[in-house]
């Protein structure tokens, strides 16, 4: 007969718990500890609590601070589900010292990080720095459009939100007549859509969010865009904008990542609610300058250092704003590629369609001859299009309608008569020409391997998939957060973490 070992749960058992051993040398809790206990400043906390005379004592920001960074680096963003580690997870036992701070604890400690969470970024700034992690030589800058806690069907602009409270309303003048009706023809009563307590929950309902939409309405302004036309609010989260990503259109925040090249260190992190990634290179080099400079560097650090950022932040003010700081800047106009003769073998790039650089201009007249043979004569003096100024040049109507070389001619599908934009501003044209030298070439292309592993990291391996607060003001938090995160991996894996 088998024997096997016998077992009894209702037995006691005692064991040694260490909750330091449990947090490993080289493991990222481990340099979490470390850092915060040994080189953050975290008396930056110190002035938000005014508990030492009455009221109980507080967690230690030192707690909920490495807990929340260990939960992000392993994709727990919600509170409750970090709340739950704290329990359940022995790593975060640890951590936490032992300690279960609940979530609306945890929910309140991130979204109140506002004045702390900068010089935060900035102490594991210096960390990487002492230990030889930023190159200081090339910079890139990129952005990932990330959904937030906001609801893309409340957004519009005041006119439509008001024709959505209308049809709210109307739906509820509808469901309250039909009830009504149906009461008054008690012996042969039609269907209504909703009936009894359920129709009054769905007029409810209804009811608050017209009324939602109205006091809402009531208490903001419409947002202007750059071109004076209205752009679309937002009920939930008004700082929040509508993007369009790869992946579909999105309400939430762009974030912008400023990378060094040598171990893809964040210099500096921001959110924004502004789609458009051309509106951010000023703030962000200007926040990584304001950052450097705490770490005792000279307000000229970027002085011939190389930037690269892709074609969506070619633009006057960007290119200006580079040129003033003296940065090797290399930001490509979105026609690059067709220019490139490495794209040539592209199958949609087989057919070379002609650049400015195809049309002849004579100078005594101000006009261009088209590679037809065709004049396109000067329209407009100065036309703004993405913050660049050009002339516009139109040809013919007649002379493209029947052009064989139509189909190479320059963009513009649709269009009767080709326009040829010739830009005004030197910086730009002069850009569009550095890009094209073997340097530009060579130099441009290694913003790839600068930024991208950088967004696979946070969205992929730490699932950062959307922000779960709302306002501009803590989802620059949850995202600054998440650099944090990725630096401090960067000092685990490249430098040293202090025993
Ligand atoms: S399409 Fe018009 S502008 Fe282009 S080559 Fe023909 S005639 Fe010239």
New binding site residues.
């Given amino acids: 007969m088998a024997r096997y070992k016998t077992y009894d749960y209702r037995q006691r058992v005692l064991l040694p718990v260490s909750l330091e051993d449990q947090l490993m040398p080289g493991t990222l809790e481990f340099a979490i500890h470390t850092l915060v206990e040994k080189r953050l400043d975290m008396s930056v906390f110190d002035g938000k609590y005014h508990n030492d005379e009455t009221g109980r004592a507080a967690y230690d920001p030192k707690i909920l601070l490495k807990v929340v960074l260990l939960a992000y680096s392993r994709g727990l963003i919600s509170s409750r589900k970090i709340e739950q580690a704290c329990w359940e997870n022995v790593v975060f036992i640890a951590l936490a010292c032992g300690q279960q701070p609940d979530h609306s604890t945890i929910a309140a400690f991130v979204s109140s990080m506002r004045d702390e969470i900068q010089p935060l970024f900035r102490d594991v700034l210096l960390v990487c720095e002492e230990m030889n992690l930023l190159g200081g030589t090339m910079f890139a800058l990129d952005g990932c459009k990330l959904p937030s806690n906001a609801s893309k069907e409340w957004s519009g602009t005041f006119s439509e939100l008001h024709k959505k409270k209308q049809k709210i309303e109307a739906k509820v003048a509808q469901l309250l007549a039909e009830q009504m009706q149906a009461d008054q023809n008690e012996e042969n009563p039609p269907e209504p859509k909703g009936s009894g307590k359920n129709l009054q929950q769905q007029v409810k309902k209804l009811q608050k969010k017209a009324a939602l939409i109205e006091q809402w309405l009531a208490k903001n302004q419409p947002k202007i865009g750059a071109v004076g036309r209205e752009k679309q609010s937002n009920v939930t989260d008004n700082d929040s904008a509508t993007m369009m990503t790869s992946h579909g259109v999105v309400q939430g925040y762009n974030s912008q990542a400023l990378i060094d090249a040598k171990h893809q260190v964040i210099v500096h992190g921001e959110a924004s609610g502004d789609g458009q990634d051309h509106g951010h290179v000023p703030p962000m080099l200007t926040g990584a300058l304001e950052n450097l400079q705490r770490l005792g560097h000279e307000p000229d650090y970027f002085e011939g250092k190389i930037f690269t950022a892709d074609s969506n932040y070619h633009t006057l003010v960007n290119l200006q704003k580079c040129q003033e700081l003296g940065l090797d800047a290399y930001i490509p106009d979105c026609r690059f590629r067709n220019r490139d003769p490495r794209f040539t073998t592209q199958k949609r790039r087989q057919v070379r369609r002609?650049t400015l650089q195809d049309f002849h201009h004579d100078e005594a007249l101000d006009q261009y001859i088209?590679?037809?043979?065709?004049i396109?004569k000067l329209v407009v003096k100065r036309v703004l299009n993405r913050g660049h100024l050009y002339r516009k040049y139109y040809?013919?109507e007649t002379?493209?309608q029947i052009?064989?070389?139509?189909p190479?001619?320059?963009y513009g599908v649709g269009a009767k008569?080709?326009q040829?934009f010739v830009p005004i501003n030197s910086l730009s044209h002069q850009m569009v020409e550095k890009i094209q030298t073997e340097e530009g070439r060579r130099i441009y292309p290694q913003r790839l391997a600068i930024v991208e592993p950088v967004f696979a990291n946070i969205r992929i391996n730490k699932r950062l998939d959307r922000f779960t607060l709302r306002g501009k003001i803590k989802v620059n938090i949850q995202w600054l957060m998440y650099c944090l995160v990725h630096n401090i991996e960067k000092i685990l894996n490249y430098g040293m973490v202090y025993g």
């Fill in positions: 002609f088209c590679p037809n043979g065709k396109l040809a013919s002379d493209c052009c064989p070389l139509r190479r001619c320059i008569r080709k040829l």
